[in-house]
């Protein structure tokens, strides 16, 4: 048996080496852990050996071979391929530990170069974990010094099996994934420092790790003066709200919440239902709009104090109309998604990630809980006040008919606190309004609370243990409530 050893990190890699030695494999290796392990006293040959090839170009290229990869990724089972090896005088290699240039790390130093980052590239190691994982079948891969104790333990106790090998593999492409983004992050960065962050005693810039045209750090600036932290925070609020609409729809906001969204047959009538929403608190807002601006939308837009309008496109009518206005800032761009799937979150010590909040509502998954069920003007409120509710900060209420939110409460440590908000801010009330919750109502109080505002249609996630207090309720009252078995909360 044969193993290939390659690896930037040398933690635990003698002791690795001999234990594989006490199991029988005889060892290959490259460079500075050939030399380790050499100078250890560790039998161990140069890959040199297997490719009868010096390594070249300073080392860039040693283990781009044959006799590296046939004797990696030959499938055992497969007659053809054993055949080639035996053809070509190939051996089979049966593990695989290699871990990968430090990039990230040198990266991270402040006088690191481009030419620097560039050298720390690792293409050969790359290259041998994919296809020894491809092959794990047959082949173990190791990629975590963390890994080397189990890897002998179970080969003391021929336990090295399939499923054991599959979840190295998985391992591995995980770490490549991460290696090739971290690559990517640093050289397609832009990094531009901001006047200032939240508050004027901040600092603050932006980085951008994407040059997609369908993300707002993309945006094409058609008029306007710089754009502050906040405005930028904003605009990706808005911006990210209003592409999810297929019909002409507004979305303004303010301090990172809508606090007016509107739909309609033109996109001026969407901005005037957004507007209306909320005629207070888009003074000095951001608004988004998902179709061309023209020259009605313009003329209606120009009348409010705004710092800043998005769109796919603006006409040159809109544009002469719009850009007589000093200071306000006008983006263009794309609204189709992106490919971003990720978001992170700043915390101390570190950063949280997770995929975004991308669920859409199913019609046709909905669970009908009531007696009374919705009628078809009720399931179109329902299902625009729910798209608003996954942008509303957690805990969210949101009011809205038809065509438009009617009232927004946002960020409350209660559910009841924010229906009272979103109650008391409401342009209209009444059975024409439904409510949607981004989270299941522990007890039926949102609900008697919805029930004296004269609300007739509830969308909520449910999954509470006292939901069934809230259903009897609602069938007391000829309230119609959907379940939709998706939260929303937003942090």
């Not at 179709?291 to 009518?317: R, W, Y």
């Amino acid at each position: 048996m044969k193993a290939l050893l390659s690896v930037s990190n040398k933690t635990g890699i003698e002791k690795f080496a001999s234990g594989l030695i006490e199991q029988g494999y005889e060892l290959y290796s490259t460079g500075g852990t050939f030399k380790a392990l050499e100078d250890a006293g560790i039998a161990v040959k140069q890959v040199s050996d297997l490719t009868d090839f010096n390594e070249i170009m300073d080392g860039r290229v040693k283990t781009l071979h044959p006799a590296v990869h046939g004797g990696i990724l030959a499938d055992r089972d497969n007659p053809e391929h054993m055949e080639d090896l035996r053809k070509n005088n190939i051996e089979t290699i049966d593990l695989v530990a290699v871990n990968l240039y430090p990039f990230k790390e040198t990266v991270k130093k402040a006088d690191v170069t481009e030419s620097d980052a560039v050298e720390n590239i690792d293409i050969g190691g790359p290259t041998m974990l994919r296809a020894a994982a491809k092959n794990y079948s047959h082949v173990t891969t190791v990629v975590d010094p963390l890994d080397y104790e189990e890897v002998l333990e179970r080969l003391k106790n021929n336990a090295l099996d399939k499923d054991f090998r599959k979840k190295l593999m998985i391992k591995v492409f995980r770490h490549t994934n991460d290696y090739d983004q971290a690559i990517v992050n640093f050289f397609a960065q832009s990094e531009k420092t901001l006047r200032y962050g939240e508050n004027p005693h901040q600092s603050a810039k932006y980085v951008k790790t994407s040059d997609d045209k369908n993300t707002i750090l993309n945006a094409d600036v058609l008029h306007g003066k710089e754009l502050s932290y906040n405005n930028l925070r904003d605009a990706d609020s808005a911006f990210q709200l209003a592409k999810k609409f297929d019909l002409p729809a507004a979305v303004a906001v303010k301090h990172m919440n809508p606090c007016g969204v509107g739909t309609g047959d033109t996109i001026e009538e969407a901005f005037q239902n957004a507007f209306d929403a909320d005629n207070q608190s888009i003074f000095g807002g951001i608004v988004a709009l998902n179709k061309t601006v023209n020259e009605a939308a313009a003329e209606k837009l120009s009348k409010v104090f705004l710092e800043v309008i998005i769109a796919p496109h603006f006409s040159e009518e809109a544009l002469n109309i719009l850009t007589a206005k000093k200071n306000i800032r006008l983006l263009q761009v794309d609204f189709t998604e992106d490919a971003v799937q990720d978001e992170f979150v700043s915390v101390s010590g570190g950063y949280l990630v997770q995929s975004r909040d991308t669920g859409k509502l199913d019609k046709d998954s909905l669970e009908y809980v009531t007696e009374k069920k919705p009628d078809e003007e009720q399931l179109k409120a329902l299902a625009l006040a729910w798209e608003v509710s996954k942008h509303v900060k957690s805990n969210a209420i949101v009011l809205a008919n038809s065509r438009q939110t009617v009232g927004i409460g946002a960020g409350q440590m209660n559910r009841v606190g924010a229906l009272k908000i979103a109650a008391e801010r409401a342009i209209e009330l009444g059975e024409n309004i439904v409510l949607a919750s981004d989270g299941f109502f522990p007890m039926p109080d949102t609900v008697e609370n919805a029930y004296k505002y004269g609300i007739k249609a509830i969308i909520q996630p449910g999954g509470s243990k006292r939901d069934n207090e809230s259903i009897d309720f609602c069938n007391e009252n000829g309230i119609a409530m959907v379940f939709t078995g998706m939260r929303h909360f937003k942090h």
